[in-house]
């Protein structure tokens, strides 16, 4: 591609050159650039991307594009007024505008985007499409799964992505939307058929401030959507629904709306309700995972796919990995992964296991560091009512003090009377835990969910909770299957 055929295409202040050179693919990252591509200068939290552009240069940069003034550069620079922009909007031109060639559903809310996401693909492939998958535990193209770094990639990334499901075979791309995302412009420009909000709840408040700020993110998908479907048993998705002018499409289970679950049967590994005169299945348990079929039906109907195909979809998945998973063991007690790590997300686990759990429930869960701490005595007392015993532990405590981390915790939890213990190892904590429990208890391991490291300082360290579990039977003479 030619550079005066992308200055068609994007918002620039100026550029220091008429000459109409040749330009191949776009990064943000001075480290993975090849030469020929071109270089953008995102400002972040941490790193300045303008300190970088030199590196870029000296590693064959076509060009740069760059909201600041650059010394000392030979190649051409592009200025603009938001870099961030400009790389969403470069992406969409450099790789041929794929997201318009599929079907993008994006899904949205503080929980249940990603099971709602493994939902939406089992039904779509059901009735014979090919999907890809982009969300927070992995990115699904073909027969391909790597796991993710983030919920939604970078612009650029997303641009590959995209172009690769194309080359798959792909008509569907369903994929979690973050509030990040948003925000930030990483998804500017994608056509999404249609939006899914889950919900609101409290989480991010370190990086939007307010939970109106917070929602205001979130409400963007909805300007970028043909069909907006929103669960109005949520406060924050009333709001949302009242400022719809599009398409739209409500479910709930106990407020008015389109589409209302009803007959209602949670059993201990599904549940089972009546939508429009018929009966559907979910081979997990409890009330956000009504909520989550209601998303993941809502989204199919409206893309016109068959209710037999819907209801082979769902009795068909087990949702996500990490999202309330049984282990198999070898044990007389039952043991359970689940990505839960807000307040609500931690409500709605340990509520559902209270209803059926024959025994004590203990959890294993912590706060992670360098984000919302305003959230984490909230986490405390909600794991202290519903628990019989915690661990308060480490979750991702990056460069924040992790002593500082608990006791933020613990000051929630001492409100309930929940007998806990504070081990600040993780392993420690799981294998305390698991030596603590017995006949019918269960046991949850909360807050990393599918992650399988630890971000401790400025690494990230291997660490897989299902396998500190196998070792653990392993060494007491059981092999897990």
Excluded at 403 to 425: A, L, N, P, R
Excluded at 454 to 464: A, N, R
Aim: net charge neutral; hydrophobic share 35%; with cysteine.
């Amino acid at each position: 591609m030619k550079l005066n055929e992308l200055l068609k295409n994007i918002d620039y202040v100026s550029c220091n050159t008429k000459s109409d050179i040749e330009i191949s693919e776009i990064t943000n990252n001075s480290k993975t650039l090849k030469p020929g591509d071109i270089f953008v200068c995102i400002k972040g939290y941490k790193t300045d991307g303008h300190n970088y552009a030199k590196n870029a240069e000296k590693s064959g940069a076509s060009c740069i594009i760059a909201s600041e003034p650059l010394n000392g550069i030979n190649i051409p620079v592009i200025y603009v007024k938001n870099t961030r922009l400009a790389l969403a909007q470069a992406s969409k031109v450099i790789f041929g505008n794929p997201s318009g060639k599929l079907k993008v559903i994006g899904v949205t809310g503080t929980n249940g985007k990603t099971t709602t996401c493994y939902l939406i693909k089992s039904i779509l492939e059901a009735a014979g499409e090919t999907v890809g998958l982009i969300g927070t535990a992995e990115t699904i193209v073909g027969s391909t799964r790597v796991p993710a770094m983030r919920t939604t990639p970078e612009a650029h990334e997303l641009g590959k992505l995209f172009s690769d499901m194309l080359r798959m075979g792909a008509t569907y791309c369903v994929m979690e939307v973050s509030s990040h995302s948003l925000e930030l412009y990483r998804v500017h420009g994608i056509e999404f058929v249609a939006g899914v909000f889950t919900n609101l709840t409290h989480d991010h408040l370190d990086f939007h401030g307010t939970m109106e700020n917070y929602f205001a993110a979130k409400a963007k998908l909805f300007d970028m959507c043909d069909i907006s479907i929103v669960n109005t048993d949520d406060d924050w998705g009333k709001k949302l629904a009242e400022k719809q002018h599009k398409k739209l499409i409500t479910y709930s289970i106990s407020s008015p709306s389109d589409y209302r679950a009803e007959n209602i049967i949670y059993n201990p590994d599904s549940v089972e309700f009546d939508l429009g005169g018929k009966q559907y299945r979910l081979g997990i348990p409890g009330r956000f995972s009504v909520y989550n079929a209601l998303a993941a039906i809502c989204a199919c109907k409206a893309l016109s796919v068959d209710d037999e195909k819907i209801r082979l979809g769902l009795a068909g998945t087990s949702g996500a990995k990490g999202r309330c998973e049984v282990l198999k063991t070898p044990s007389d007690f039952k043991i359970i992964i689940d990505y839960a790590h807000t307040p609500d997300g931690l409500y709605n686990i340990l509520d559902t296991l209270k209803k059926f759990a024959p025994g004590r429930i203990i959890c294993v869960f912590g706060a992670a560091g360098e984000r919302d701490a305003i959230k984490r005595p909230e986490m405390g007392e909600v794991v202290g009512k519903y628990a019989d015993i915690a661990y308060i532990t480490a979750d991702n405590p990056i460069n924040e003090d992790l002593t500082v981390i608990c006791s933020q915790v613990e000051s929630g939890i001492k409100k309930t009377g929940c007998k806990y213990h504070i081990i600040y190892d993780r392993k420690e904590a799981i294998i305390s835990a698991l030596n603590a429990a017995k006949k019918n208890d269960t046991l949850l391991l909360a807050g990393k969910g599918h992650e399988t490291y630890q971000l401790i300082g400025d690494e990230k360290v291997p660490f897989s909770e299902a396998g500190i579990v196998k070792e653990y039977f392993k060494n007491r003479g059981n092999s897990l299957e």
